[in-house]
């Protein structure tokens, strides 16, 4: 009897294991057997782009642990954050912009 409930635990933990594997559209989710990409980046529009100063911020941005480049596009007004998903979260770099007074998407 202790022997067949064991079992159908064991059972029961595989199906559910099975039925939370990796899915590539949800980046939120996290499992240790999962593989992701060590690299992510973060891609927003910026709306008043005309009203910062990108130096300061790149500064700013440099000093996160994990941060690895950012790119600035005046024309479509655009700005592309690449940082280590290991060592730092996105929501870092959105703060460091709202800290700075940006209004973005």
Request: charged share 25%; net charge negative; proline share 0%.
């Amino acid at each position: 009897m202790r022997f067949k409930n064991f079992f159908c635990f064991f059972i029961y933990l595989s199906f559910i294991l099975v039925l939370s594997s990796c899915d590539k559209s949800s980046e939120s989710s996290f499992l240790f057997w999962c593989n992701r990409e060590e690299l992510s980046s973060f891609n927003t529009t910026i709306i008043n782009h005309d009203s910062f100063d990108y130096e300061k911020i790149e500064n700013e941005l440099k000093l996160i642990d994990g941060f690895i480049s950012s790119e600035f596009d005046k024309k479509l007004q655009k700005i592309t954050i690449v940082y280590d998903n290991t060592l730092s979260k996105s929501t870092n770099y959105k703060i460091i912009l709202t800290k700075n007074n940006i209004i973005f998407e």
